[in-house]
C-alpha cells in the first residue's frame, strides 16, 4: 500500500516538473523580447536626444535662465534710481517750504562759486537795496584803478538827512582812497560812498552814470542807479538776482574781504586846517562781528543795508569749510537780516548734505 502511495507522489511531482517547463520557455521568450525591444527603444533615443543635445538645451536653459535674472537686476536698478531722485526731490522740497516759513525776507537767493541758483524767491523782486549799494560803488572804484587815490573831500550834498550814518568828513578834508572803502564796507558811512563818488566823477549823477554802466557790463537786467550809498530815491533800485552777481564780483577782490569781515578799523586822515584827525569805525555786520556765525560755513565777504522803505538787508558770500567752495546769499526786504542770512545759510548745508 505504501509502495502505491509512494509511485503514486512521484508520478505527481513528475507531472508538475514537466508542467512548469513552458512556462519557464514564456518567461525566457518574453524577458528576450523585452531586452530587444529596450535595446532598441535606447538605441532610438539616444539617435534622437544624444546626450551632448540634451546638455546643450540644459545649458542655453541656464544661461536663458542667467540672462533674465541679470536683467532683472538691471531694471531694479533703473527703477531704484528714480526713487532715490524722487526722496531728494521731496526733501529738498520740504526744506525750500521750511526756509521760506522760518525767515521774514521777502526776496532771497542762493548761488554757488559756478553760478548756479540753488534757491530763489523773488529773485526778480525790484526793491531799493539800502547800502547793500556801496558794494557796487566800491567795484567802480576798484575797477577803474583808483585804489591808491587821495581823495579831497568835496561839498556832500545829499546825504546829511535823517537816520543816515555818517562819519562827519569836512570839505577839504585829505583821505586816503583805501581809507573811504573801509568807511564803506565796515561802517557803511554815507557821507564816505558822496565824497568817493565826487571824486571819481565830479558829481552823484556822473557817478551813478559809472555805476550804471558796469551794472550793464555785468548783465544785471533788474537795477538802476541814483546815488553811491543808497539812500531812497525814485529809481534807485535792485533786485535778489542782480545783487547776488555783485557780492560775487565784490568777493573777488581781496580788499574788499579784508575789510567786510573787520569788526574795527582805524586809520588818519588830514583835516582842512592840516592837524591830523583820527577816525575809528565799528562794524554793525554781525558776521563780521563774530555775534552770528553758521556751523561749517566761514563768512568771507559781505554788506548790509537799511532804510525804512528797503527794510533790513544783507548780502554775504560765505565758504564751506568741508570743501572750501564759494556760496553767496541775498536777503532782501526782512524784518531781521542777520536771522534771516543764518536761516538760509543752514538751509544751504541742509542741501548739500542731503544732495551728497
Not at 523580447?33 to 535606447?42: A, D, E, P, R, T
Request: with cysteine; aromatic share 8%; glycine share 6%.
Amino acid at each position: 500500500m505504501r509502495r502505491r502511495i509512494y509511485r503514486a507522489h512521484e508520478r505527481y511531482d513528475s507531472r508538475r516538473r514537466d508542467a512548469r517547463w513552458p512556462l519557464v520557455l514564456v518567461v525566457c521568450a518574453l524577458l528576450c523580447l523585452c531586452i530587444g525591444v529596450g535595446g532598441s527603444v535606447f538605441h532610438v533615443w539616444d539617435r534622437v536626444f544624444p546626450p551632448q543635445a540634451i546638455q546643450a538645451s540644459a545649458k542655453a536653459a541656464s544661461v536663458q535662465s542667467m540672462s533674465e535674472a541679470q536683467n532683472h537686476l538691471r531694471q531694479s536698478l533703473r527703477t531704484e534710481e528714480p526713487v532715490v531722485d524722487d526722496i531728494v526731490s521731496r526733501l529738498l522740497t520740504l526744506l525750500d517750504t521750511q526756509l521760506q516759513e522760518n525767515t521774514s525776507a521777502e526776496g532771497i537767493v542762493i548761488m554757488d562759486e559756478d553760478g548756479q541758483l540753488l534757491f530763489s524767491q523773488n529773485i526778480d523782486m525790484e526793491r531799493t537795496p539800502a547800502s547793500m549799494t556801496k558794494l557796487l560803488t566800491a567795484i567802480v572804484v576798484l575797477e577803474a584803478g583808483a585804489l591808491d587815490d587821495m581823495v579831497m573831500v568835496d561839498d556832500l550834498y545829499g546825504c546829511f538827512e535823517e537816520g543816515s550814518v555818517l562819519m562827519w568828513l569836512e570839505e577839504y578834508e585829505q583821505i586816503a582812497m583805501k581809507d573811504l572803502l573801509a568807511a564803506l564796507m565796515v561802517m557803511s558811512a554815507n557821507d564816505a560812498a558822496a565824497a568817493v563818488a565826487l571824486h571819481m566823477a565830479g558829481s552823484m549823477e556822473g557817478f551813478a552814470a559809472m555805476m550804471n554802466e558796469k551794472a550793464q557790463e555785468m548783465g544785471l537786467t533788474h537795477s538802476n542807479f541814483v546815488n553811491p550809498h543808497g539812500l531812497t530815491v525814485e529809481g534807485h533800485y535792485s533786485s535778489p538776482g542782480d545783487m547776488v552777481q555783485i557780492l560775487k564780483r565784490a568777493a573777488e577782490y581781496d580788499i574788499l574781504r579784508e575789510l567786510a569781515t573787520m569788526d574795527v578799523y582805524k586809520f588818519t586822515s588830514i583835516d582842512p586846517y592840516g592837524d591830523v584827525k583820527e577816525y575809528e569805525l565799528k562794524s554793525n555786520n554781525g558776521f563780521a562781528t563774530g555775534a552770528y556765525s553758521v556751523d561749517s560755513f566761514t563768512y568771507i565777504c559781505g554788506k548790509t543795508g537799511y532804510t525804512k522803505a528797503a527794510g533790513q538787508c544783507l548780502a554775504a558770500a560765505f565758504e564751506s569749510e568741508d570743501t572750501g567752495k564759494m556760496y553767496y546769499c541775498v536777503v532782501m526786504k526782512s524784518e531781521a537780516h542777520f536771522d534771516d542770512m543764518s536761516q538760509t545759510v543752514s538751509y544751504l548745508g541742509e542741501r548739500l548734505e542731503s544732495v551728497g
